[in-house]
């Protein structure tokens, strides 16, 4: 027989005797001491919202090897503190409701009361994400938005802006709040609408963790581990896993990098000369300069890969009776940097690419006949140019005598800044790589979400073929370090911006939007076109209640099974038809049409030498046929193929259609690092 037979037998037959041994044998391990100085992370507070139907990690800080007890419902979780300070546990799935209260115990406690049950989502992004209702930008009707805004099921909570080198466990945040007129100001716009449109269809709380930052690139988003595997991003995770220099040196040495760069700029720029510029004077000699038709950005003018300086320079004849006058001079917005100058005297000059440039010229300087316009651009990646509309480029008097300075300018090149290494990151500058997904959106992990949307795309659009393998592996990345399986990624194809073109063209952003939407190859995503609710001169279009609206149809439809439609006309396939192509879509929802009944526009079409023209294009069921009549024998259709396209085909849902291109040719962006 089998010792521990005999013992079980022993065991049954003395039930007095079983338990003083079980009491001898526990008694050796006496009950663990109540932890000290229990903390609990900071993504946990009043008013917080924790997912349903899944489990929920809870976890914090304390002295180590004491004993941390979380309750909540009914449910009672103890841990011991690791060596390291650190605890954790696993709470199980919980439905929907609330008011409950979470308390977390050693020897102090801390009670969290107002706690909901619903659902959470991860807002992140750039700018377009991070404006808020009120913010610089001011949404559409934000008054009305914000007075409207009482959802106290409705919780928010805001990671402040912060970067780090290395992983972070905590974020810098007042806490979570309910949804008021009071707070929601300062909120994200495009995460409170895509939140009011889900609590509204599903009637359940709803969380929302905003952490973005404006201005900033995907690979600042994404962990170390995961830019390793990007041949692109290799040597800039190794220098800064390698970088030990304090802050305060490495200000001092990129600072100085920058003096010397900035130096070696204007000197190279051959219109600088003997330190001062010379391309300004109102004399001189423009053999060797050529003419570009301006509003538009050099890289529709033959110069996709120039950035760096170029000057312009146009001759106008002030007529008598507005000479000696005060004028206004107005050029539209530049991309990125100007200096300008009236007749060698410099009027004005700024920074920034929306910025629309408008400068007083003294009518001292001004008089009748040839006056001299010059200015001097610097583009400092991407576009470069005066790239606004026509009719901004004029001269005014304060009678609203007006000359156009639209059509032909001379122009001639100062200095190509590809020639110089790159510019050196400033310790202070959110996009180096790792910095925000280690202070932003580590310490968010493990916290239980149903999902993330994404508002992001602006800052890499110079480099939209590099955005095909780092967007998917940023969304990768996140699922991995949460270890949620493929948790629903939500995101927003750019909106139409910049100057509408009068004939097709190449185009970064439309290299951008392209990638994005390849990105839905990748399981359990989705896209909220914008297409048709941005704005030409500005980069933030106000319109966020459309963005979160088809954000959240995508959330209704993908994770929450409702029967919606939620996109518009996808490109599925094309065929040829003797002169003619016919395209093929997804989506089509109740019919393709054009919206209001028009004619169909913004499709091109293209031989075999990859010169597109304007195309007729007419609805055919679910297809949408396009020919021209001089191109005999096409080969590619692109639609919406713009920075800024007129587009106009929607399905019967109201949503708009992608753009897209059937052909694969070198894009302008495809060697761009």
């Not at 330190?275 to 033959?302: R, V």
């Not at 007529?319 to 006058?325: A, T």
């Not at 239980?448 to 990768?476: C, D, H, V």
Request: aromatic residues 10%; contains cysteine; positive net charge.
């Amino acid at each position: 027989m089998k010792i521990s037979s005999i013992y079980a037998q022993i065991f049954r037959k003395n039930t007095t005797l079983s338990f003083l041994l079980l009491s001898l044998f526990f008694g050796c391990y006496p009950s663990p001491e109540p932890a000290r100085n229990v903390a609990i992370n900071p993504l946990f507070s009043d008013n917080m919202v924790l997912q349903q139907n899944q489990d929920i990690p809870v976890w914090g800080t304390a002295e180590p090897d004491g004993e941390v007890v979380v309750e909540l419902l009914g449910q009672r979780k103890s841990t011991l503190v690791d060596s390291s300070g650190k605890w954790s546990v696993k709470l199980q799935p919980i439905t929907a409701g609330g008011p409950h209260e979470l308390l977390v115990s050693g020897e102090n406690t801390t009670k969290l009361k107002n706690v909901m049950i619903g659902e959470v989502w991860i807002c992140s992004g750039q700018s377009n994400m991070e404006m808020a209702l009120a913010g610089n930008g001011k949404i559409n009707n934000y008054k009305e938005e914000i007075a409207n805004a009482n959802y106290p099921n409705i919780r928010l909570i805001r990671a402040q802006r912060a970067k780090s080198t290395v992983p972070l466990d905590t974020i810098n945040t007042t806490g979570w709040q309910e949804c008021k007129p009071n707070t929601i100001p300062d909120f994200s716009a495009v995460a409170y609408f895509f939140g009011r449109h889900l609590y509204i269809n599903l009637n359940v709380p709803i969380g929302l963790i905003h952490s973005s930052w404006g201005g900033t690139l995907a690979e600042a988003w994404t962990s170390a581990e995961a830019l390793k595997t990007l041949p692109d991003f290799v040597d800039a995770v190794e220098s800064l896993a390698a970088d030990t220099v304090k802050f305060d040196e490495a200000m001092q040495i990129y600072e100085a990098a920058m003096k010397n760069r900035k130096q070696k700029i204007i000197e190279n720029d051959v219109g600088f000369r003997a330190g001062k510029y010379i391309w300004n004077a109102s004399q001189l000699d423009l053999s060797g300069w050529k003419n570009m038709q301006l509003p538009t950005i050099w890289e529709k003018a033959g110069h996709k890969n120039l950035d760096g300086v170029v000057w312009f320079r146009k001759t106008i004849n002030i007529p008598k009776s507005m000479s000696g006058k005060d004028l206004t001079l107005h050029l539209g917005p530049i991309n990125d940097n100007d200096i300008t100058w009236f007749n060698g005297i410099k009027v004005g000059g700024l920074d920034g690419v929306n910025k629309l440039r408008e400068y007083q010229i003294p009518g001292s300087i001004v008089k009748t006949g040839a006056n001299v316009i010059a200015v001097r651009v610097f583009d400092m990646g991407n576009n470069g140019g005066l790239w606004g509309e026509a009719e901004q480029l004029k001269i005014v008097d304060k009678s609203g005598q007006k000359i156009s300075l639209a059509g032909h300018w001379k122009y001639k090149i100062g200095f190509n800044l590809n020639t110089l290494s790159p510019e050196p990151k400033s310790p202070n500058d959110p996009n180096r790589t790792t910095l925000l997904y280690n202070a932003m959106l580590h310490p968010l992990i493990p916290f239980a979400i149903r999902g993330a949307i994404w508002y992001q795309g602006e800052s890499n659009a110079n480099r939209a073929y590099q955005y095909r393998t780092l967007f998917p592996t940023m969304i990768k990345d996140w699922r991995t370090k949460w270890n949620q399986g493929d948790f629903p990624f939500l995101f927003v194809q750019l909106a139409n911006f910049m100057k509408i073109e009068s004939e097709p063209a190449e185009s970064a952003w439309a290299e951008l939007r392209e990638a994005q939407a390849m990105a839905l190859e990748l399981p359990n995503t989705g896209m909220a076109v914008a297409i048709d609710i941005g704005d030409a001169q500005d980069i933030h279009p106000k319109n966020k209640q459309d963005v979160g609206k088809r954000l959240a149809l995508n959330a209704l439809a993908k994770v929450y099974d409702k029967e919606i439609a939620f996109s518009g006309p996808i490109y599925k396939s094309m065929e040829k038809d003797g002169a003619k192509i016919r395209v093929q879509f997804s989506h089509t929802n109740g019919g393709l049409n054009s919206k209001g009944n028009t004619i169909l526009k913004g499709f091109a079409i293209a031989g075999a030498d990859k010169k597109f023209v304007w195309a007729n294009a007419k609805i055919n069921g679910d297809e949408v046929v396009v020919w021209n009549a001089k191109i005999k024998n096409p080969v590619a259709v692109r639609y919406a193929w713009a920075s800024n396209p007129v587009c106009n085909l929607y399905n019967g849902a109201g949503l708009p259609a992608s753009p897209f291109r059937t052909d694969a040719w070198e894009g302008i962006t495809e060697n761009n690092k």
